[in-house]
């Protein structure tokens, strides 16, 4: 058995194969200043061959699966036309002699490298679609055939990694399921598997590569991590057991997909998605979810080296509100910082990026940048439900000053006959420690709260969530972190506002009663396992919710708490 990060639930039974990468092809970083012209001919007939392909599989996807997932193609596509990418290569080239191979592979290396190098798992994982570009290129420097072919019969495919191009190109009908080496939840391999249905665990490791071959027999399991290669008769037993049971569950969640989230008690709360790009918001939909509890607005800077305009952010922000109509769409201002060395922010260095210059203290240094995305939001509020969320407020200040800017644009768009809507909700992340044990004070200044627990728990308890040497002492169910949402979501309450929570711990289905008793108002965690948490709900009443929170607050470490929720819900 080999485990890795479940990026896409289900369960999977079928042989592997093997979709293998052509090796970086073999030439010199350097040739003769007389073959330069050549080499550059070369390049630029790359360049309009990948940029013919990506149109093609761009139109293929728009025709088969919608525009939201053929725009993954466009950002792909803006690479073609980006200076810092493109443009770096050539200069290679002229100004190192650099072969066409070997410039694209170094200049893609250096990008590749520094998205890898990033604390934060969306931008890490940005560098696959750098990998997927470039690897374009070089398949078509070398005349190579870019497509995949697949057989006709079931299959889960194994890869070292997997691109999106390659992922949109997949066979849906035979493709029972992906697992790769690398990889992780919110690349968007995983991001399209999620929506077209797949099962997927990515991260695996090397060792995929070792035990895999094609042919072998896997069971893939989605939902925990686990691949089972070649797995013995009881294992194969017990799993199309699961895998029955699972199809039950599906048909019987389709069937509760439009009841409310409401205790047997008759108490309603409501569940919604995070949301990481735009390409998500038609399965969102389709899903039943009650709307986007947390869109992050930084996937529009990531991947270039200039700052995306007013009226492109306006654009995405529109299409996210507009596919969800009257249902509420939380879109949180740009949330970046030390840790996420973008290029268009020239941010510098940091010893210790968490606390450093990110979120908010960006926006408020450099109002010129809050301006452009306040007017956007503004404007994209005319087409749906949209709330503006502001992230990582620490002081008073903060969050005055940034509804002042707020207002400012909101005059401008008056004076310049743009309509908004003047009622637009302010609300601001509360995953500081300081601002929860003030929050009574926040809550006179919003209309809501929402409690980010990945953030809150490292703050709380000075853990590096990305540090595994000391993964074991990061848990959302520590009592000084129930504490601090309890007295969040009590503080929201006596001043006449609601409070949701957008941390992986909204989607645990072992907190919801928890979550349910200490008065939260609404859920928001990934759409794949909502479901659950509406059956839990569903199965509860508001009495005996209320009587389990109180006892665990009581109770003094994450071992009594977690034993405890295991006996009282399982």
Excluded at 6 to 22: D, F, K, M
Excluded at 29 to 44: D, G, Q, S, Y
Excluded at 135 to 140: D, I, P, T, Y
Excluded at 319 to 335: E, Q, S, W, Y
Aim: charged share 25%; glycine share 6%.
């Amino acid at each position: 058995m080999l485990t890795g990060i479940p990026v896409s639930s289900g369960i999977s039974i079928a042989p592997a194969v093997r979709l293998t990468h052509a090796h970086p092809i073999a030439q010199p970083l350097i040739v003769t200043p007389v073959n330069t012209v050549r080499e550059l001919e070369l390049f630029h007939q790359s360049v309009e061959r990948t940029r013919e392909q990506l149109e093609q599989l761009r139109e293929q996807t728009n025709q088969q699966l919608g525009p939201e997932k053929a725009a993954i193609l466009s950002a792909h596509l803006a690479f073609l036309e980006d200076p810092a990418f493109v443009g770096e290569m050539q200069t290679q080239m002229e100004s190192q002699s650099a072969s066409a191979a070997a410039a694209v592979q170094q200049v893609a290396d250096q990008f590749i490298s520094l998205f890898e190098s990033m604390d934060d798992d969306y931008m890490r994982e940005r560098a696959d679609d750098i990998r997927d570009v470039s690897r374009r290129l070089v398949r078509n420097l070398s005349g190579e055939d870019a497509s995949v072919s697949f057989p006709e019969e079931p299959f889960i495919l194994v890869a070292g990694d997997i691109t999106p191009s390659e992922t949109l190109q997949l066979p849906i009908q035979n493709v029972r399921g992906i697992v790769t080496a690398k990889g992780g939840s919110t690349s968007h391999a995983a991001i399209l598997a999620r929506s077209l249905g797949i099962p997927a665990i990515m991260g695996v490791g090397e060792q995929l590569l070792v035990e895999v071959e094609s042919g072998r027999l896997l069971i893939l399991d989605g939902t925990t991590g686990k691949l089972y290669v070649e797995p013995d008769s009881d294992t194969l037993s017990r799993y199309q057991e699961k895998a029955a049971l699972e199809i039950a569950e599906r048909q019987a969640y389709t069937a509760m997909k439009d009841l409310p989230a409401e205790t047997l008690d008759g108490h309603r709360v409501h569940l919604l998605a995070n949301m990481a790009v735009p390409e998500e918001a038609d399965a969102l939909v389709e899903s039943g979810i009650e709307g986007i509890g947390l869109f992050r607005s930084e996937f529009l800077f990531m991947d270039r080296s200039s700052l995306p305009d007013e009226d492109e952010q306006f654009q995405a922000y529109k299409r996210v509100a507009a596919a969800f109509g009257d249902k509420p769409v939380i879109i949180r201002t740009l949330d970046v910082g030390g840790d996420k060395h973008l290029p268009a922010l020239a941010l510098a260095q940091e010893e210790n990026p968490f606390l450093g210059f990110r979120a908010i203290r960006i926006s408020l240094a450099r109002p010129a940048l809050f301006r452009v995305q306040l007017r956007a939001l503004l404007r994209a509020s005319a087409f749906g439900r949209l709330l503006i969320m502001f992230p990582m407020i620490s002081h008073l200040e903060q969050l005055r000053g940034a509804k002042v800017m707020l207002e400012q644009a909101k005059a401008e768009l008056r004076s310049e006959g743009i309509s908004f809507d003047e009622d637009i909700a302010v609300g601001m992340m509360m995953e500081i420690p300081g601002a929860c044990l003030q929050a009574d004070a926040f809550a006179k200044e919003v209309q809501f709260f929402s409690i980010g627990t990945n953030d809150l728990v490292q703050y709380t308890l000075a853990v590096d969530r990305m540090n595994a040497e000391i993964a074991d002492l990061y848990s959302y169910y520590h009592p000084a972190v129930l504490r601090l949402i309890s007295s969040v979501i009590d503080a929201s309450h006596r001043a006449g506002i609601w409070t949701g929570l957008c941390g992986e711990m909204a989607g645990d289905p072992l907190a919801t009663q928890l979550l349910l008793g200490l008065g939260l108002d609404e859920f928001s965690g990934a759409a794949s396992v909502m479901p659950k948490v509406k059956e839990r709900i569903r199965q509860a009443t508001l009495k005996q919710a209320k009587q389990l929170a109180e006892h665990a607050l009581t109770l003094s470490t994450v071992e009594d708490v977690v034993q405890f929720l295991k006996d009282k819900t399982e």
